[in-house]
């Protein structure tokens, strides 16, 4: 079992969708979740972070971690063209490790 | 502030040379990663250095090495230089707590010809 497992896609959504990006982790002592975005070709820049269970949001985006089930997701309202991107997911382990997901293409259609 | 800066962007290097690729943490930072990431494909763990030691490795061979300076900066050296090395390095910064994130550098490029 993969420490950090993403779908690859592509997740593909109309323009002005919800786009739901799934991440599941194996750890249960895992303490913070982190998604990022990534352009191809560029370097990957932080979206949100999470610590506890329940929402965070900001903005178009929110971020739901459920500690007990092992999964974090991330939420797109209104997609954009300008969010297709690779969405990573990446964990903070209980072994003190930061383990990134492969991560998941988004495609938003005009 | 300013991010994470890598050195130089661009690098092309012939098989067998070695390459040096060079990175200042945000300052405060003390921990810095390497990753590598090859064309199309997820990002690779090279290496971890904290406070001027290396914490953890990928599954990379020897020949991929690399230091932390007093002043946190860093480099990662590829001796040897094969076709397959050819990728986007990233360097990333963080403080060393688990509520930290990672903020990346913009990349080297490095292709082997």
């Known amino acids: 079992q993969k420490e950090v497992e993403q779908n690859s896609g592509p997740l593909s959504v109309p323009e002005g969708a919800i786009a739901s990006l799934n991440c599941t982790y194996s750890d249960r002592g895992s303490q913070s979740f982190f998604w990022y975005r990534q352009y191809s070709g560029k370097s990957p820049e932080l979206i949100m972070s999470?610590?506890?269970?329940g929402d965070k949001e900001d903005g178009r985006f929110t971020a739901q971690l459920n500690k007990a089930s092992q999964y974090v997701s991330l939420l797109i309202r209104d997609s954009q063209p300008s969010d297709s991107a690779t969405y990573l997911c990446a964990v903070f382990t209980g072994f003190q490790k930061l383990v990134f997901g492969t991560g998941t293409r988004l495609l938003v259609s005009p | 502030e300013a991010g994470v800066t890598q050195s130089p962007t661009h690098l092309i290097k012939t098989r067998g040379q070695q390459a040096t690729l060079r990175c200042s943490p945000i300052s405060g930072h003390t921990s810095v990663y390497w990753y590598q990431q090859a064309l199309g494909l997820g990002l690779q763990f090279l290496l971890w250095y904290d406070e001027g030691e290396e914490r953890n490795r990928g599954n990379f061979p020897p020949r991929f090495s690399g230091r932390q300076f007093p002043n946190y900066s860093s480099e990662l050296n590829v001796n040897a230089l094969e076709l397959e090395d050819s990728a986007l390095y990233l360097c990333?910064?963080?403080?060393?707590?688990?509520?930290?994130?990672?903020?990346f550098g913009n990349g080297t490029r490095l292709t082997v010809t």
């Open positions: 990333a910064s963080r403080v060393d707590s688990p509520r930290s994130p990672l903020h």
């Open positions: 999470i610590y506890s269970n």
